[in-house]
């Protein structure tokens, strides 16, 4: 064999080698989100769902609409932890470029990891989770013979007419956005427009309830630590709390064991018994706290306030030098990059601490988006509840965190929280090179960030200082009516 082909030969078993590392990576780390979202969504079921008493059919289908919701939660997971990892990657190289170890960490496996997950989120949104729905809801067309096929064949059918009503109405709305030759020559192109179009539609919906999520998760923030923490004695005394606790729990308590002998009393066993509970478990979480050392009473509430306060104001700031950066210099719109070169410059002017701050700030906005997703009054419903979530509910679980994070890769370049370009098909979406888009979006985050947290802050110093004084146990003014003509 010449010299020529034996070097072409080894380039071919190097890239087929290269290949089969990188699928075999993939598959690792899809595996293990897999095995992690199936021990939480197992923490939230409900188990009755699930047991085969009843119906071993309806068992049986539950767990494979189960096992398609554990899929998706996996895909949501994944699209977390996109960017930071091809953050973290691209420092890793940076400090690292001639290590033998971190090899297989390279711009093609970070591309595939861009690629995959822009596919599996379009296929469980579009496919999946939808078939997952029907699947449970469907019971076979009228006059087959019952079973799991049955079903197969009825969620199929639906799901094939409402492909074709999303198709069609895809079809309508892009024909009436681009009128011209090239975007009615595109829309006979299923694969390489459908989609895409369909997915940027999604995304922008994602993108658009981050912007309503996100300002208040922040406010919503302060909140919830609240509640973890223990507060310092000068906002919160924990032993009239306590005290009074027990009291409530004696009087509940001796109402139950007086229930029978009190006839006259028309009492309700059942609500007394729920109330009983709920007012024990607050006695022994009071307890708990209670129990907390100095240290985490007067040193972990003020730096955990401290700390979300900082996040919170350096994300403002970030998104406000970003504004001005749109303003002077079109580099600073969001884009799409083909070609995934890592280890060459760091995308932070401040280095590996500057990457590492763009990481925790996109966990952070994360977590904040969806407390304000769960906080907000339109889907608190959603909120699921250990061991008694219905499958409806977590397939509307999985379907709702997976647009939430789906987005959040072209939500953290649009506000500029990183200056990652996106990857493959996620920097195709046509409005983002809308400059009048990004700017108004932008500025819509910076003022509803700002509005929420002042009014939280305010509110809250307000409240605590009230409470520090001892106003909140003075009797509320009554207000009389000097006219008799207007009863009260």
């Known amino acids: 064999m010449a010299p020529v082909e034996q070097d072409a030969l080894a380039v071919r078993e190097q890239l087929f080698h290269e290949r089969v590392r990188e699928c075999i990576i993939c598959a690792l780390l899809f595996a293990s989100l897999y095995i992690l979202c199936h021990f939480i969504i197992t923490h939230f079921k409900k188990h009755a769902d699930f047991t085969a008493v009843l119906d071993d059919e309806d068992a049986a289908v539950n767990r494979i609409a189960l096992g398609l919701c554990t899929f998706t939660l996996a895909v949501a997971l994944g699209a977390v932890l996109l960017l930071p990892f091809s953050i973290i990657s691209n420092e890793v190289l940076l400090s690292f470029p001639q290590n033998y170890y ?41 006059g087959s013979k019952k079973g799991i096929m049955a079903r197969v064949y009825e969620t199929s059918v639906v799901l094939l007419l409402l492909t074709l009503l999303v198709l069609g109405m895809v079809w309508v709305a892009s024909a009436i ?39 208040f998760g922040l406010s919503t923030m302060f909140t919830v630590t609240g509640k973890l923490l223990v507060k310092p004695r000068l906002l919160e ?34 609500m007394l018994r729920e ?30 306030m401290l700390v979300l ?35 060459q410059v760091s995308f932070s002017i401040f280095g590996s601490f500057g990457a590492a701050l763009q990481v925790v700030l996109i966990f952070y906005l994360m977590v904040s988006s969806v407390v304000g997703f769960y906080s907000s009054p339109l ?77 939280k802050v305010s509110w809250a110093v307000q409240a605590e200082l009230i409470r520090a004084f001892g106003l909140h146990k003075l009797p509320l003014p009554v207000t009389r009516c000097r006219t008799r003509s207007k009863p009260c």
Not at 251 to 262: E, F, L, P, Q
Request: proline letters at 4%; glycine letters at 6%.
């Open 102 to 142: 971190i090899q297989w960490l390279n711009g093609s496996l970070i591309h595939g990891l861009w690629n995959l997950v822009f596919l599996f989120s379009n296929m469980s949104l579009v496919f999946l989770m939808p078939f997952a729905y029907f699947f449970t809801e469907s019971e076979g067309f009228a």
């Open 177 to 215: 956005v681009g009128n011209d030759a090239a975007s009615r020559q595109s829309l006979y192109d299923l694969w390489e427009y459908y989609l895409p179009y369909l997915y940027s539609c999604i995304s922008l919906f994602g993108v658009l309830l981050l912007l309503l999520c996100t300002p």
């Open 237 to 270: 005394d924990l032993d009239e709390q306590l005290s009074c606790t027990r009291f409530e729990e004696a009087a509940v308590s001796h109402r139950i064991r007086s229930g029978k002998a009190s006839c006259w009393l028309n009492l309700d066993m059942e």
């Open 275 to 304: 109330q009983f509970f709920a007012i024990r478990s607050k006695r022994r979480k009071l307890e708990l706290r209670h129990r907390a050392s100095p240290w985490q009473r007067n040193l972990g509430y003020p730096l955990a």
């Open 309 to 343: 306060l900082a996040l919170t104001g350096i994300s403002v700031l970030i998104v406000c030098f970003h504004v001005l950066e749109l303003l002077l210099d079109d580099a600073a719109m969001p884009r799409g990059m083909q070609d995934a070169s890592l280890g």
């Open 379 to 455: 889907f608190t419903r959603l909120l699921p509840e250990r061991q008694d979530t219905p499958l409806t509910k977590i397939i509307g679980n999985c379907v709702s965190l997976l647009v939430l994070s789906s987005a959040l890769p072209v939500f953290s370049r649009t506000l500029g929280i990183t200056r990652f370009d996106l990857l493959g098909d996620f920097g195709r979406f046509n409005w983002l090179g809308n400059f009048y888009i990004v700017f108004l979006y932008n500025m819509g985050f910076a003022g509803l960030t700002t509005l929420c947290l002042v009014k």
